[in-house]
């Protein structure tokens, strides 16, 4: 039996359905301070509960043909269409993305495009040899459950980026959203189970316990893992008592080169989404900008240009297309880093002054520039809307000092030469390197980092096959 309805006219209808008949943790929306709602407190009897369900419901699903399963992701994505509206207003409340440019009503179309796409992909047994000495196939069988632990920054992206391909290939799965963000992601699941088989799709709201339990459970086959390289590490100790298949999506801190023969006016607009998109609270943003010296003033002064005109403020307002860090903590890294960087000597060239006297956990839009490689805001993940630009001279001192770091998830060479940017990339250490372009996922094309920031990989075929246990059969 499904859940009954298939639509919700507001975010509060949706709210309605997900939160605690009593109780549970408020949630505040980080642009205004105000209560959104209410957060079920899970606990690890929940989990457990959650856990057999998952268990008991998978040998039925996994059962289904690829053909059945994927027309539940597309039915799945219908239903995020139909809620779309009341899914962004709550998901922009909570996370404090605003609902316009690349953020809320962003996120939740993402959901529904990454579903069908998951949907569509085709996995076919393969022949590895047939002849006179015999047959070798390749299958990819179901692993049974799976847990998806998501962070506060894409909440629903992320969500679906691990429930699709795991439901697509025939496993079962128990959520564990971000205790900053669950309400998003309950809201999400629960609409996703409107139209969903019963027991195949969980969602557990709680803390750091919470993650433990699931990612330690022997009845967990996989953890598919989004957030911090420190979490990420924990994570890794706790599935070696029963050798767990992990896919781990960690902490980055991307480089971005322009070459001498680049043109600033024309770049700036796409650098500048590359490392402000969602505030600059996202994984693959581009976090570290190195500008040849012959036209590293033009381009500084091309993206303050870009940087002036892109309003930020409370997500629900229109205008808006950048919007508040989502809780104190993080607000507290950004300051503190672009403060140290004011103290060093860099120069601030817009932003870096927060106005406290304001509700919410704004800080404003800032470009920090002639900072070292080696000033914290720059070797550490400042996630968040302040850029630091470093000048360089030559390529091989630029290709250096990207890969000076222990991460490497995504990168972007930027110029007017597609051969000589590719000859760059090639170089630099990082699981994506992009071109004139930064952080455009896809999900055609496998994404996953180089070093610490994680391994296994998402999307496409390739992703499919990370939830998925290879069996050959060979007669
Ligand atoms: P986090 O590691 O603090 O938390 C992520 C999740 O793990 C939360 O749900 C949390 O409750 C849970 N958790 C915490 N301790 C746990 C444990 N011991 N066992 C199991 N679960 C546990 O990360 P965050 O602050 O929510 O996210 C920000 C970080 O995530 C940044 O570093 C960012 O770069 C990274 N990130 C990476 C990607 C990617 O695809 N590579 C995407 C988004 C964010």
Redesign the pocket.
């Known amino acids: 039996m499904t859940i009954e309805a298939t639509s919700f006219a507001t975010h509060e209808d949706l709210l309605s359905a997900v939160e605690p008949a009593v109780g549970g943790r408020e949630i505040k929306d980080p642009a205004t301070g105000e209560v959104v709602g209410r957060a079920p407190e899970h606990t690890v009897a929940d989990v457990e509960a959650a856990i057999a369900s998952a268990r008991a419901a998978q040998p039925g699903w996994g059962a289904l043909s690829h053909a059945e399963r994927s027309g539940f992701l597309n039915k799945a994505a219908d239903a995020i269409e139909a809620n779309a509206e009341a899914l962004a207003v709550l998901l922009s409340r909570e996370q404090g993305k605003p609902l316009n440019g690349p953020n809320a009503r962003f996120e939740v179309g993402a959901c529904a495009a990454w579903l069908r796409a998951t949907a569509s992909f085709e996995i076919e047994p393969e022949v590895l040899f047939d002849d006179e000495g015999g047959r070798a196939e390749l299958h990819h069988r179901p692993l049974g459950v799976v847990g998806a ?6 909440p629903m992206m ?1 969500g679906i980026w691990q429930l699709a391909p795991a439901l697509r290939m025939g496993n079962t799965v128990v959520m ?5 963000t669950p309400l998003s992601v309950l809201g999400l699941v629960h609409v996703l189970n409107t139209v969903l088989p019963e027991g195949i799709l969980h969602a557990v709201s709680g ?2 316990d ?3 339990a ?2 330690g459970h022997p009845e967990v086959d996989k953890v598919m ?8 590490k ?2 890794i100790r ?1 599935s070696a008592d029963t050798v767990k298949r992990l896919t781990l ?4 801190n991307d480089a971005g080169i322009v070459l001498p023969d680049a043109d600033p006016k024309a770049i700036a607009e796409g650098l500048f989404w590359g490392a402000f998109i969602n505030t600059g609270q ?3 943003a581009l976090k570290r900008l190195y500008v040849h010296e012959d036209i590293y003033e033009e381009t500084v002064t091309a993206l303050a240009a870009v940087a002036a005109a892109m309003p930020m403020g409370v997500g629900l307002d229109e205008n808006n297309v950048l919007g508040p860090l989502q809780n104190r903590a993080q607000y507290q890294i950004v300051a503190d880093l672009v403060q140290a960087a004011k103290e060093s000597g860099a120069r601030i060239v817009t932003g870096g002054n927060p106005d406290e006297s304001q509700p919410g956990f704004f800080y404003p839009t800032t470009l920090v520039a002639d900072v070292d490689n080696e000033n914290p805001l720059v070797a550490e ?1 400042q ?1 968040g809307p302040a850029l630091p630009i470093v000048k360089y001279s030559t390529i091989d001192e630029a290709v250096e000092m990207a890969n000076a770091l222990e991460v490497g ?1 995504g990168a972007s060479v930027w110029s007017s030469n597609r051969d000589a940017a590719r000859e760059v990339a090639a170089r630099i250490e990082a699981g994506t390197v992009w071109i004139n372009k930064h952080g455009a996922v896809d999900p055609r094309m496998p ?1 996953g ?1 180089a070093k610490q ?2 391994y296994g990989l998402e999307f496409g075929v390739e992703g499919l096959k990370h939830l998925a246990q290879p069996q050959i059969i060979n007669y």
């Open positions: 632990i998501g962070p506060w920054n894409w992320i564990k959203p971000s205790e900053y803390g750091r919470v993650g433990e699931l990612a893992f989004t957030g911090s390289t420190a979490t990420g924990a994570i706790s999506e960690l902490g980055g996202t994984c693959a993940e996630f998830l994404f980092g920031s994680g």
